[in-house]
């Protein structure tokens, strides 16, 4: 059994979205609620303070898992990403995401699908949107969107709601816009690892 003991601010968040699960009706209002918890953790000075300390997942397309409810499903990942790095377009199949920025700046790219879908294998993408990702903003990835998020001048920690872990379980969509390729592959290997205070 676990003895570690969480940073007080990350149980708090827990809590309040196990009672967000708990009286809302559905995955949309229960995220949407999550991305306004997730807007208040990720200013928390002692958040900020902690990833400083969390490891790289770049490398070998990782996500660190900080914590999977037992009962409802919800899942709260961690991303370290390098400065500039190219992103790759993605979505997150059925599930529901907030991402949320500790410290450093991302550019968070948004498409739209213009094809009928009826070619296998094949996307025709068009850049939709294109926005600042900053420290204390959250952004809500609602089923099936694509998306992208590219590194900024330095190094940025990103903090993740999901409303169930997608890796591992389902595949998710990977785009290349330059030749249409569409595939679906495994999610980010998930690494797990705690938040201590
Ligand atoms: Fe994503």
């Given at each position: 059994m676990s003895t570690v003991k969480r940073l007080p601010a990350f149980e708090k968040f827990i809590q309040e979205l196990r009672a967000a699960w708990a009286t809302l009706p559905d995955t949309e209002s229960r995220m949407t609620k999550g991305r306004d918890l997730l807007a208040e953790l990720v200013k928390d000075e002692t958040m900020r303070e902690s990833c400083q300390r969390w490891p790289d997942t770049d490398g070998g397309r990782r996500n660190l898992l900080f914590y999977e409810d037992p009962d409802y499903g919800f899942a709260i990942n961690g991303v370290v990403h390098s400065a500039e790095r190219k992103g790759s377009i993605h979505d997150h199949a059925h599930s529901w995401t907030a991402y949320g920025i500790l410290a450093g700046t991302e550019t968070l790219e948004r498409f739209r699908r213009v094809?009928?879908?009826?070619?296998?294998g094949y996307a025709k993408l068009e850049l939709e949107s294109v926005t600042q990702g900053t420290p204390g903003k959250v952004d809500l990835v609602p089923p099936f969107d694509i998306h992208a998020e590219q590194g900024g001048p330095a190094i940025s920690y990103g903090l993740i709601l999901r409303s169930e872990r997608v890796a591992g379980k389902v595949l998710q969509g990977n785009y290349n816009m330059e030749t249409g390729l569409y595939r679906r592959i495994e999610g980010p290997t998930n690494v797990p690892y705690e938040i201590t205070g």
């Open positions: 094809d009928d879908g009826s070619k296998e």
